[in-house]
T-cell receptor, first 115, second 112 residues
Framework: KAGVTQTPRYLIKTRGQQVTLSCSPI?????VSWYQQTPGQGLQFLFE???????NKGNFPGRFSGRQFSNSRSEMNVSTLELGDSALYLC??????????????FGPGTRLTVT | GNSVTQMEGPVTLSEEAFLTINCTYT??????LFWYVQYPGEGLQLLLK?????DKGSNKGFEATYRKETTSFHLEKGSVQVSDSAVYFC???????????FGEGTQLTVNP
C-alpha cells in the first residue's frame, strides 16, 4: 500500500505570494492533518479534516487554510506569505479521527522557503 | 494546558549502549501515546504506540510503557545501532480527533 504523498517536495516563494500544498493520504484513510515544523517552534498542529469537514484547528492565523476533497485528498493554502512561514509542512493521514485506531502516518513533507 | 516534555538532547552514545529518552505529558482524560522518529530530510515515521495505561508499545527493539501514575512514556532500547541515529519525538493524541501534541524532539547520535 502506498504511503502518504505530498507535492511539491520543495518550493521557493516570495513574501506576499500565496502557495498551495497537496497531500494524498494512504488509501482508505479518511482523516488528514497538517503540521508545521520549524527549528524554533518544533511541530505544531495546523488543522485536521475528516470526511471533507474541518474537525480541529490549531492556533494559526487565518492566512492558513485547508480543504479536503471527496477522495480524501487534501490541500492547504497559505496566503500573503511571510518570512516566518518558511518551514517543513507535514501531512499525516489516519483511518479515522480519534479513538484507538487513529494513529497518524506522515508524508515526506513539503519544504517551503519564503524569500 | 496540554503538553509533552522530552529529555533534553542531544544524546550521543556508542554502538550497543543502552538508550533511555524520557517523556512526560500533561493532558486531560486518557490520551494515546506515541513515539515517532525522523531521519534527516524525511517525514516522521511511527515507531510505537500505546493506547491505555500499562500498555507496552514495542518495535525494532524499542519499547515504551504507558505509565498513567507518573504520566510518562519513556523510550528504551537495550543495544543501539549506528542506524538508530535520528531525532525522536514523543507525542500524545486525545481521544477526540487525531491532533497530535509533540515534544521538542531528542537528537540521538550513535557512534561506531
Amino acid at each position: 500500500k502506498a504511503g502518504v504523498t505530498q507535492t511539491p517536495r520543495y518550493l521557493i516563494k516570495t513574501r506576499g505570494q500565496q502557495v498551495t500544498l497537496s497531500c494524498s493520504p494512504i488509501s482508505g484513510h479518511r482523516s488528514v492533518s497538517w503540521y508545521q515544523q520549524t527549528p524554533g517552534q518544533g511541530l505544531q498542529f495546523l488543522f485536521e479534516y475528516f470526511s471533507e469537514t474541518q474537525r480541529n484547528k490549531g492556533n494559526f492565523p487565518g492566512r492558513f487554510s485547508g480543504r479536503q476533497f471527496s477522495n480524501s485528498r487534501s490541500e492547504m493554502n497559505v496566503s500573503t506569505l511571510e518570512l516566518g512561514d518558511s518551514a517543513l509542512y507535514l501531512c499525516a493521514s489516519s483511518w479515522t479521527s480519534g479513538g484507538a485506531h487513529a494513529e497518524q502516518y506522515f508524508g515526506p513533507g513539503t519544504r517551503l522557503t519564503v524569500t | 494546558g496540554n503538553s509533552v516534555t522530552q529529555m533534553e538532547g542531544p544524546v550521543t552514545l556508542s554502538e550497543e549502549a543502552f538508550l533511555t529518552i524520557n517523556c512526560t505529558y500533561t493532558a486531560t482524560g486518557y490520551p494515546s501515546l506515541f513515539w515517532y522518529v525522523q531521519y534527516p530530510g524525511e517525514g516522521l515515521q511511527l515507531l510505537l504506540k500505546a493506547t491505555k495505561a500499562d500498555d507496552k508499545g514495542s518495535n525494532k527493539g524499542f519499547e515504551a510503557t504507558y505509565r498513567k501514575e507518573t504520566t510518562s512514556f519513556h523510550l528504551e532500547k537495550g543495544s543501539v545501532q549506528v542506524s538508530d541515529s535520528a531525532v525522536y519525538f514523543c507525542a500524545f493524541q486525545e481521544t477526540s480527533g487525531s491532533r497530535l501534541t509533540f515534544g521538542e524532539g531528542t537528537q540521538l547520535t550513535v557512534n561506531p
